[in-house]
């Protein structure tokens, strides 16, 4: 059915697409005020959260894995070894590209259930609550962080660049 | 059809649960610490963003005009007078109790079109492209932007906060 493709595959394709634009715009924002691009990539919000660069990496993660389980396939493994925007666009770009490849056929209505570890023990869910419930907030978390890491960093962003174009 | 009934209503009562229980830990650590509330309810991650009122308020309007549009609902009318804790748990409270009054026979399976406003002009989009690329990451755009206002002012708060209890 392909409801549970286009509220996870479309829904977090979009998601990642505009957190590319948001890095390339502090790319963009440390070039022209002469801003080592690490030190935003190395950015946190508090000194024993997550950097940038790791934000962007785990929203990675949890969109290729999230898909993966609902669409009973196998994702594929990336590094964690990414220190740059182009390098952490490209991770986007990749990402994008496996979740491009998962078929709607692949997904169902959400009732299979989908088993997945989470704070050191197995969960069991129906696809649909696993989509909602975990998947979808732990990427948008990770993709508002990463966000509000830059904003707070004088990154000249708004939330329209957060939610994407209207076409 | 309950698909679109349990992405919207189910997915976003549970994002302010967990916002609520975000603002509990909140006011307990300003108690704990000897904190003015009005700081952390008052605090922002950038001179020119909303403080952690505001996300909450806009979260709050995000979650029940975003259900009822596709409920073909009217929505309540708040007054965005909170400036407390206490006060911004009620307004949460409030919105999820609106949202239990909205049955799952008042929503299709996503085809009906939706007319919203934005950035100045108005847009018509099948429901379930507004839930998912509008409704939806607003309303978790907001609640991870009010946890990273207080996850950076001290608050000892974790991604499992912002996510919730695995029943």
Same mark, same amino acid.
């Given at each position: 059915m392909p409801a549970m493709y286009d509220a996870s595959v479309t829904t977090i394709t979009r998601a990642l697409t505009n957190l590319i634009h948001v890095l390339e715009k502090a790319a963009a924002h440390a070039e022209a005020k002469k801003i080592e691009p690490a030190v935003l990539v190395n950015?946190?919000?508090?000194? %024993?959260m997550f950097p940038l660069a790791k934000q962007v990496q785990i929203a990675s993660d949890v969109a290729k894995i999230g898909t993966a389980r609902l669409a009973q396939a196998e994702p594929p493994k990336y590094e964690d070894n990414e220190a740059t925007f182009p390098e952490l666009v490209e991770r986007l770009r990749k990402t994008i590209a496996y979740l491009k490849?998962?078929?709607?056929?692949?997904? %169902? %209505?959400?009732t299979r259930m989908v088993t997945f570890p989470t704070q050191g023990e197995s969960k069991t869910w129906p696809g649909s609550r696993y989509l909602f419930q975990r998947v979808l907030p732990n990427v948008f978390f990770h993709c508002a962080t990463g966000y509000n890491v830059l904003r707070h960093n004088g990154?000249?962003?708004g939330k329209a660049d957060f939610l994407g174009p209207l076409e």
């Open positions: 950015a946190r919000l508090y000194p %024993d490849t998962l078929k709607a056929e692949q997904f %169902d %209505d959400g990154v000249e962003i």
